[in-house]
């Protein structure tokens, strides 16, 4: 049986029923640097970028959409409402064996819509027609109740211990998954 692979494609903008997600560049770093300051987005872990300098390198490193040695894609979108400006970000981590680990920030005020549901939706949509991806990973805090509210509701699961053993992670981490593709 052939190994899947994912396909290396150019990012592009999404379109969801009331957000849109453009791919991040440098030129979004300003605004970004406000929406990342909201301090409820680290109860759990990281800290808010410490200044738009930072940032902005930051974000001129990832624009080169992959890793060092070119095996992953790195696929960041921010996310826009088209009214009110910028709320926060989705991240995918194409790995060469069509597997994604994803990750997604929003500003607290915006919280509770189910608009992370609607923005790691429409990402999830993307990854599969455009880059190929077969299977999906987080890795989050066990405490961080709302994440784990959130992928439940995209369908993710808690990982069984064979996908446990292929993503180390830390004791007070957990690890959730979603297979894309049927045996
Ligand atoms: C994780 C995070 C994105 C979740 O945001 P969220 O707004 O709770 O997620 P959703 O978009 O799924 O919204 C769910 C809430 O909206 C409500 N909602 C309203 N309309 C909805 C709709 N049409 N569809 C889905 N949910 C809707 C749900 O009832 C739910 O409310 P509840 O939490 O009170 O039960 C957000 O908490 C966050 O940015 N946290 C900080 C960063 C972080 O921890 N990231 C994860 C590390 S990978």
């Known amino acids: ?99 994604a680990a994803i990750a997604y920030e ?4 915006y919280w509770g819509r189910g608009l992370a549901h609607e923005a790691v939706g429409a990402m999830i949509f993307e990854l599969v027609q455009h880059y190929g991806v077969r299977g999906l990973f987080a890795v989050l805090k066990q405490e961080n109740r709302r994440s784990i509210r959130l992928l439940q509701r995209l369908d993710f699961s808690f990982a069984s211990s064979a996908q446990r053993a292929a993503h180390p992670i830390e004791p007070d981490e957990t690890l959730m998954c979603r297979d894309l593709v049927r045996p």
Do not use: C
């Not at 959409?65 to 910028?86: H, T, Y």
């Not at 929003?106 to 005020?109: D, E, F, G, P, T």
């Open 106 to 109: 929003l500003a607290s005020a």
């Open 1 to 99: 049986m052939r190994t899947p692979t994912p396909r290396k494609a150019p990012m592009r903008a999404i379109e969801s029923a009331s957000l849109v997600l453009e791919p991040q560049t440098a030129t979004h770093a300003a605004e970004m640097f406000l929406v990342l300051s909201d301090p409820a987005i680290y109860e759990f872990e990281n800290a808010p970028p410490p200044s738009v300098e930072w940032l902005r390198a930051r974000f001129t490193k990832l624009e080169t959409r992959a890793s060092a040695d070119g095996r992953e894609q790195w696929l960041n979108w921010v996310i826009r409402v088209p009214a009110s400006g910028l709320i926060g970000y989705v991240q995918a981590t194409v790995r060469p064996d069509a597997h």
